[in-house]
């Protein structure tokens, strides 16, 4: 039989009023779950569309349901990131606000949010984002004073070519008549496993909310289990600066390291930079680099090589759904300070990376990188301007098992084609390796 709308309103009032309260909450909370699949199947899409590039499809997705999406932090930051491409700064604001006052401790949005006041013309707002963004410097976030941490790690790995040597057991000379010669076998590619550990202490002094000095001293080792000749060691020394004004942040330092192998100090070397980028984090805004180092061999006389290095850099990091990506390219060259057969080394180059998370503690990393050298004079033994192209590639995971302690798997592979078989190479490196930070 069928029952009238309002008899089916009688019997609903009649029921007891815990009843009918329970029917509704379940009826908006049915709502509300409908309501946030609504709004991650239209990130999905836009998510997609802007992987596409198609920026304008992704605002007016989620330009649709804004409103009703209004409290997802994740749906106003990529409505707000759009905007700032499409060129509307001023209607990204409002998602970009809300996105940050939901979920502070999102890198992006702060980021995102400074970019939109800087292209706006409101350098004061566009600092002040800056400071209160997780991503800026510690400087920028912490009081005045001094901070400080320490950091210890272990691994265990195995190495290809631990001495980047040739596959090769013999090469022709060509400068002594086309002659063969056998190459000794610790002059040939050798694989080996090794046991690493690294310290690590840094400092800083925040000198202001807009200026830090960083202070950082490490040693790294690396020692084989059977090629103890070429275990190696790494002492550095670093001091950093860093500046943040409404026209830019400037940051500039220098660092010490010298390196030894079976215990004997085999160079030095004392390197400078300098970077500027316009506005913090901005995927329009690249960083512009100069590194000017100083290396010195030493062991035998004469040195067996020397050189003062000079590198151009323009780089950048950017957000790119849940990962970032970033990118470099380089350029510089090599100037001999000892008489060296193959003259001075010109160099271009780039780099890729990318970072991401796979779970709630567990991201995965990855980057490859090119350079391409070419040196000036042609070489007597084996008549031949030299030439070598340098390609890496390495992927690994990151595990934050508890607060500061961390455990990373990495697999590295290396190639270098040279046209003078005695620099042609390949190698390989698989570590897994635990670690503690800890400091305030």
């Given amino acids: 039989m069928k029952v009238s709308e ?96 939901l979920d502070p401790q999102d890198k992006a949005g702060w980021r995102a949010l400074a970019q939109a006041w800087f292209m706006l013309g409101d350098n004061e707002a566009t600092l002040k984002s800056l400071q209160t963004s997780p991503s800026a410097p510690v400087g920028l976030m912490r009081t005045e004073g001094i901070h400080w941490g320490f950091s210890v790690e272990e691994m265990r790995g195995y190495d290809s070519n631990v001495n980047q040597a040739t596959d090769a057991t013999s090469i022709i000379v060509p400068g002594l008549g086309n002659v063969r010669f056998q190459l000794n076998p610790l002059s040939r590619q050798n694989g080996d496993g090794y046991w690493g550990n690294a310290v690590h202490a840094r400092g800083q002094w ?66 400078s930079s300098l970077n500027w980028q316009a ?52 350029a510089g060259q090599d100037e001999a300070t000892v008489r060296r057969a193959d003259g001075n080394r010109e160099m271009v180059g780039m780099r890729l990376l ?10 995965w990393f990855g980057w490859f990188g090119r350079v391409d050298s070419h040196y000036q004079h042609s070489n007597p033994v084996f008549m031949e301007k030299r030439h070598e192209i340098l390609e890496d590639l390495t992927v690994g995971l990151n595990w934050t098992i508890y607060r500061g302690l961390s455990m990373r798997a990495q697999v590295s592979a290396s190639r270098q084609r040279s046209n003078i078989k005695l620099f042609d190479y390949r190698r390989s490196d698989a570590n897994l390796g635990l670690r503690y930070d800890f400091g305030r």
């Fill in 279 to 330: 506005v913090r984090n901005s995927p329009s805004w690249p960083i512009i680099g100069l590194d000017i180092g100083s290396y010195h061999y030493m062991g035998r006389q004469p040195p067996m090589d020397g050189f003062v290095e000079s590198v151009l850099s323009i780089s950048n990091t950017f957000p790119l759904g849940r990962s970032s990506i970033g990118w470099a390219l380089l």
């Fill in 6 to 101: 309002a008899e089916h309103r009688n019997r609903y009032l009649m029921r007891p009023p815990w009843i009918r309260l329970l029917w509704c909450s379940a009826g908006m909370l049915a709502a509300a779950q409908a309501m946030a699949g609504i709004c991650e199947t239209v990130l999905d899409s836009a998510e997609a569309d802007w992987r596409a590039g198609r920026i304008t499809e992704v605002v007016h997705q989620l330009r649709q349901q804004e409103l009703q999406c209004a409290d997802k932090p994740r749906n106003n930051l990529v409505l707000g990131e759009a905007l700032l491409l499409a060129g509307q700064p001023a209607d990204a604001l409002l998602p970009l606000e809300r996105a940050v006052t």
């Fill in 206 to 271: 925040v000198l202001s909310p807009t200026m830090d000095v960083n202070l950082s001293v490490g040693d790294t080792r690396r020692n084989y289990d059977r090629l103890h000749v070429f275990s190696t060691e790494n002492r550095n020394m670093a001091v950093r600066g860093n500046y943040s004004t409404a026209i830019g942040d400037w940051s500039a330092g220098m660092q010490y390291d010298q390196l030894f192998q079976a215990g004997q100090q085999v160079r030095t070397s004392l390197t």
């Fill in 354 to 363: 990318a970072t991401g998370p796979l779970f709630r503690n567990l991201e």
